[in-house]
C-alpha cells in the first residue's frame, strides 16, 4: 500500500511560532501554563507518509473516530495544492506540516477528492485507504463526519457528506455499503422526509434507530428507524425552543434524550426521542461537535472558543481547556473529537488540515478525561 501524510504541524522554517513547550512535568512547583489541560500531545502522530500526490497535501481533516487504540478512522476532504510560496518564501516541495501552518486555512481550496477515509493504528501509520469510495464525494468537498453507534455489534462506520446530501453506512471493513440515505447532488427543503440539505452528524439509541442533524442547510432533526425508515422530524429556521439555526451535531445518551448543537444560535438543546423539547443551554459560542461521555456528561467543541468544554447533563459548565494556533497540542476549529479505550483523545481539525492524538498526562485528574461510550463487543463474525 502507498503511504502518505496526515498534516502533522510542522513549521519547516516558514516563520511561524513554534508554541510553549509540550511536556508538564510532573511534580513541577513553579510555572506551566497547562494549556493541553490533562493531555499531553502525541509527536509526530500521525507519521509522516506520502499518499498524497507530489505538490499536494491532505486538505480539511473532517471527522475521526477511535473503535479500538489500534484502529481510528480519519475522514479527509481530499487533496488541496500545496503553493509554491508563503509571504515571498518558498514552500518546500516536502512539506510535512499542518496546512494551517501556511496561515491558511484548510478549507481554501477546491479539493481533489482523494483518499477521503483512512484507518490509522496507534503508532500513526496509514494501515488501510477505502479509496474505493471516493468516487462517492466526488463534485463536492469530502465528508463530514464519521461515526460508530455504541450499541451495534457489528460495528458499522456512518459518514455524512453535507454537500453531496447523504449519509452513508459501510460495514466495518469497507467492503460492503449498507445503506445510502438521501440523493447524490440532490437536496430537500425542511418538510422534504426523504432528501437532506446538508446533513452533519448522526446519533444512535439502544433499539437501534437513529437522527440525522441536517444541518448546515436544513433547520432539523430527523429520526429513522434501525432499517433507515422515516420516522419523523422536527425543526424549523428560528431562535425559539425547538427552532435551529445550523443544528450541527447530535448526541444522545443512556436515557434517550438527543442533544443537537445549535451552533450559530450558540446554544445546546435537548428533546426526549418523540422530539419534544426538554431544555436549552445558552450562551456555548459556536458548538462545533458534542458528545455525551461512558460516564455521563456532555463534551462540546467550540469552533470559536478552540477549546474543549465539559457540561453535567443539567448544562453546568465543570471544565475547559484549549489554545487556538496550529503548533503541535494547539487547535485550530476542532470539527470532530473521539477517544480510545485507553484514554487517548482524537481530534480532526478543520480549518488547521490536521488530526492531532493526545495522551493522558500520569496522575491527571480523571474527571477532566474524556470517556468515549463504549463499544459493544465485536461481532464473532466480523
Keep these: 500500500m502507498r503511504s502518505w501524510i ?99 486555512q484548510a478549507t481554501s481550496q477546491v479539493p481533489d477528492m482523494r483518499n477521503c477515509i483512512l484507518i490509522l493504528d496507534a503508532s500513526g501509520n496509514i494501515v488501510e485507504a477505502w479509496t474505493q469510495w471516493d468516487q462517492l464525494f466526488q463534485d463536492g468537498r469530502g465528508p463530514h463526519q464519521i461515526i460508530m453507534s455504541p450499541y451495534d455489534p457489528e460495528r458499522a462506520v456512518w459518514v455524512v457528506d453535507d454537500m453531496r446530501h447523504q449519509v452513508f453506512k459501510f460495514s466495518n471493513d469497507g467492503k460492503k455499503l449498507l445503506l445510502t440515505l438521501g440523493e447524490s447532488g440532490i437536496f430537500g427543503d425542511n418538510d422534504d422526509p426523504t432528501h437532506f440539505r446538508r446533513p452533519t452528524d448522526v446519533a444512535f439509541l439502544a433499539d437501534g434507530s437513529f437522527f440525522v442533524s441536517d444541518g448546515d442547510g436544513n433547520t432539523r432533526v430527523l429520526k429513522f428507524d434501525k432499517n433507515g425508515k422515516f420516522l419523523k422530524m422536527w425543526g424549523t ?53 458534542i458528545r455525551v461521555s461512558e460516564d455521563g456528561f456532555l463534551w462540546v467543541s467550540s469552533g470559536v472558543l478552540n477549546e474543549f468544554l465539559k457540561y453535567d447533563l443539567n448544562g453546568k459548565l465543570l471544565y475547559h481547556w484549549g489554545t487556538y494556533g496550529t503548533a503541535p497540542g494547539e487547535m485550530w476549529s476542532v470539527h470532530e473529537f473521539s477517544a480510545d479505550s485507553d484514554g487517548n483523545l482524537y481530534v480532526a481539525e478543520v480549518f488547521g488540515g490536521r488530526a492531532q492524538k493526545f495522551a493522558p498526562r500520569p496522575g491527571a485528574d480523571p474527571a477532566k478525561i474524556f470517556r468515549q461510550q463504549r463499544l459493544m463487543p465485536k461481532n464473532a463474525s466480523n
Design 6 to 104: 496526515l498534516a502533522l504541524s510542522i513549521v519547516l522554517g516558514l516563520g511561524v511560532a513554534a508554541g510553549p513547550s509540550l511536556a508538564v512535568m510532573q511534580g513541577q512547583e513553579k510555572g506551566g501554563d497547562d494549556y493541553t489541560g490533562p493531555y499531553t500531545v502525541v509527536p509526530k502522530w500521525p507519521v509522516p507518509s506520502r499518499l498524497a500526490k507530489p505538490g499536494r497535501i491532505f486538505g480539511s481533516t473532517s471527522g475521526i473516530w477511535a473503535e479500538t487504540p489500534n484502529r481510528v478512522y480519519v475522514s479527509v476532504r481530499g487533496e488541496i495544492i500545496l503553493p509554491e510560496t508563503v509571504n515571498g518564501r518558498k514552500v518546500p516541495p516536502n512539506f510535512t506540516g499542518a496546512f494551517g501552518a501556511l496561515g491558511m
Design 237 to 289: 429556521k428560528g431562535t425559539a425552543p425547538g427552532q435551529f439555526d445550523t443544528p450541527h451535531a447530535i448526541a444522545t445518551d443512556r436515557n434517550g434524550r438527543v442533544y443537537v448543537a445549535d451552533r450559530s444560535n450558540d446554544r445546546i438543546q435537548i428533546f426526549d426521542a418523540e422530539g419534544k423539547f426538554l431544555d436549552q443551554w445558552q450562551n456555548i459560542r459556536n458548538p462545533y461537535t
